[in-house]
């Protein structure tokens, strides 16, 4: 099976220069976990994950009861620009390639999706560890 045969093509995406509290707004609207980040081209240039964005926030300490000094520190670290935060490079599958090389990507790493590129490298798609076992139970049936 080939990459482009098990990706999602609908990719959730932003751009280099918006803020963490952008991105949280993204990944909640969304339900996702992860968002690469790519240029005006569409070329991945980055990737912001959950454990991204609770590593600048502090590591998910805050509660809602939080004093004007702890609310003011979210409030500046949730406008950390997303080029300062992001992970970068980034593994990316590409399309035409077997769809064991998402997998070894996704097995190396916390990450739970996988951008997938084309041969000139632009984002074209997207694996999830999800997409993945999905894939191996329809192969099983």
């Given amino acids: 099976m080939l ?8 990719v959730v995406t932003a751009p280099a220069d ?3 509290r952008y991105i949280l707004d993204l990944m909640d609207l969304h339900r996702v976990r992860s968002v690469p980040i790519v240029d005006q081209r569409g070329h991945v240039v980055g990737i912001v994950a959950e454990c991204d964005v ?13 004093s ?12 950390t620009v997303i080029r300062d935060m992001m992970s970068s ?11 064991e090389e998402p997998a070894q990507i996704l097995a190396s790493g916390e990450l739970w ?7 000139r490298g632009a984002l074209v798609g997207s694996v999830t560890r999800l997409d993945l076992w ?3 139970l329809d192969a099983a049936r």
């Fill in 18 to 20: 918006e803020t963490v």
């Fill in 113 to 119: 999706m996988t951008p997938v590129v084309d041969d």
């Fill in 54 to 66: 609770r590593r600048v926030l502090g590591g998910g300490q805050e509660t809602p009861s939080l």
């Fill in 89 to 99: 490079p980034v593994m990316c599958a590409r399309d035409q390639s077997d769809a």
């Fill in 68 to 79: 004007s000094a702890a609310t003011a520190r979210l409030a500046e670290r949730s406008a």
């Fill in 3 to 10: 990459t482009c045969e098990l990706m999602k093509v609908h």
């Fill in 134 to 136: 999905q894939a191996m």
